[in-house]
């Protein structure tokens, strides 16, 4: 890729449109999925995986990483439910990326002690 300044003057080595489009937007605006954990209260896991729903702008990872730092859930939670709307003013909304059930520990021990 050749530019000057903001400007692209000159994209090569791609091999169909969509790499065109995807240099254009790593120079422009360079934008990742953000994948991370939440904690999580009564459930039998202490963190549930979450994801953004698009791409977070680059310059954005650091705000959206402390503000799910913040965030302690409380289970039971569903795949695809939406943990935050927007994430840092950017409009992503934040999702579970898997489900957990109420957990009360319980259960646990009801098997343990049948298996003795």
Same mark, same amino acid.
Do not use: H, W
């Given at each position: 890729?050749e530019?000057?300044?903001e400007?692209? =003057?000159e994209?090569? *080595? ?5 790499? #065109?489009?995807? +240099?254009?937007?790593?120079f422009? &605006?360079p934008? !990742?999925?953000?994948? %991370? %954990?939440? !904690?999580?209260k009564?459930? =039998?896991?202490?963190r ?6 698009t791409? $977070?702008?680059k &310059? =954005?990872?650091?705000?959206c ?8 859930? &409380? ?6 439910e #939406?943990?935050? &709307?927007? +994430? /840092?003013?950017?409009?992503?909304? $934040?999702i579970?990326? !898997? ?5 009360? *520990? +319980?259960?646990?021990? %009801? !098997? /343990?002690?049948?298996?003795?």
């Amino acid at each position: 890729m050749e530019f000057e300044g903001e400007k692209i =003057k000159e994209i090569s *080595g791609y091999n169909c449109l969509k790499g #065109k489009e995807y +240099a254009k937007g790593e120079f422009k &605006d360079p934008r !990742r999925i953000l994948t %991370t %954990t939440v !904690r999580i209260k009564n459930a =039998k896991y202490p963190r549930i995986p979450v994801r953004t729903e698009t791409g $977070v702008p680059k &310059d =954005k990872l650091q705000c959206c990483l402390s503000e799910l730092n913040e965030i302690v859930l &409380d289970a039971p939670i569903e795949i695809g439910e #939406k943990i935050i &709307d927007n +994430a /840092c003013g950017t409009g992503i909304s $934040v999702i579970a990326s !898997r489900s957990l059930s109420a957990y009360s *520990g +319980a259960e646990e021990e %009801t !098997r /343990c002690s049948s298996e003795r």
